[in-house]
């Protein structure tokens, strides 16, 4: 059973966020681009990074089921200043990570994996 508890949730995407320092935030995102719960304070912020996350999971996951790839379960978009990691949860959640340059990808998207599968329980 996925852990639902928005308090319980804010906990460990904090401790996710703390334990890498090139981590900007995390939120858990709905389908519809909606954040449920997240690190940052700023409402207009936490708009923007829900609607982003949708719009850039969409593309990737058609691009990936035309090529007969299968469904995106996740998406890494990486710019000169900064980054969003994004991992699917389940049906109706992703995981969104704002990373800072130079963050490293691997060890990050590794704990993704493994708080994506703590969430969904």
């Known amino acids: 059973m996925a852990i639902l508890d928005t308090q319980i949730l804010k906990g460990i995407l904090e401790n996710f966020k703390n334990s890498f320092p090139e981590v900007g935030g995390v939120a858990i995102v709905s389908r519809d681009g909606l954040i449920m719960v997240s690190t940052y304070e700023d409402g207009s912020y936490n708009e923007k990074l829900g609607a982003m996350t949708t719009a850039?999971?969409?593309?990737?996951?058609?691009?990936?089921?035309?090529?007969?790839?299968?469904?995106?379960?996740?998406?890494?978009?990486?710019?000169?200043?900064?980054?969003?990691?994004?991992?699917?949860?389940?049906?109706?959640?992703?995981?969104?990570?704002?990373?800072?340059?130079?963050?490293?990808?691997?060890?990050?998207?590794g704990e993704m994996n493994r708080l994506a599968a703590e969430i969904r329980g």
């Open 56 to 109: 850039a999971l969409n593309p990737a996951k058609t691009t990936l089921e035309e090529l007969g790839l299968g469904g995106a379960w996740a998406s890494i978009n990486l710019g000169t200043r900064g980054g969003i990691l994004i991992k699917e949860i389940d049906d109706d959640m992703v995981l969104s990570v704002v990373v800072l340059p130079g963050a490293k990808i691997g060890p990050i998207t």
